[in-house]
């Protein structure tokens, strides 16, 4: 059983950095799809970045473009999400999930099959 666990998460002033991590504990997440969502209250989960099993990453969400980036370390079995110049507008809970096989990496949350419980990222003065 795949359960995933993200951590990382707090509270922060604009203009601030946090990394978000994503891990499974016990199972090696070398070749699966990974993709970071994100909820703000009131608001439907946004796709925000997602990293394949062959190392090539997009990013889905044109507001952290140049400040988010996603990377994988496949010795430590983390996939992290750096956040950058963090604003009020980034503040919700961040989330990571696999990919079903035999799908590719997308910003809809349907092909997503393990989903971690989430990390709240508060950017607040």
């Known amino acids: 059983q795949l359960k995933l666990v993200e951590s990382g998460g707090g509270l922060v002033q604009p203009g601030e950095s946090l990394r978000l991590s994503c891990t499974a504990a016990g199972v090696s997440l070398v070749g699966y799809h990974i993709g970071w969502f994100r909820q703000a209250p009131g608001k439907e989960r946004e796709g925000v970045s997602c990293?394949?099993?062959?190392?090539?990453?997009?990013d889905y969400a044109e507001s952290v473009k140049g400040r988010f980036a996603i990377s994988r370390d496949n010795v430590k079995n983390i996939v992290y999400l750096q956040m950058s110049s963090l604003k009020p507008e980034d503040t919700a809970v961040y989330y990571c999930?696999?990919?079903?096989?035999?799908?590719?990496?997308?910003?809809?949350?349907?092909?997503?099959?393990?989903w971690g419980q989430g990390t709240q990222v508060t950017v607040s003065s």
């Open positions: 990293f394949d099993g062959s190392g090539y990453s997009t």
């Open positions: 999930g696999t990919i079903a096989p035999g799908y590719i990496c997308t910003d809809e949350g349907v092909p997503y099959d393990h």
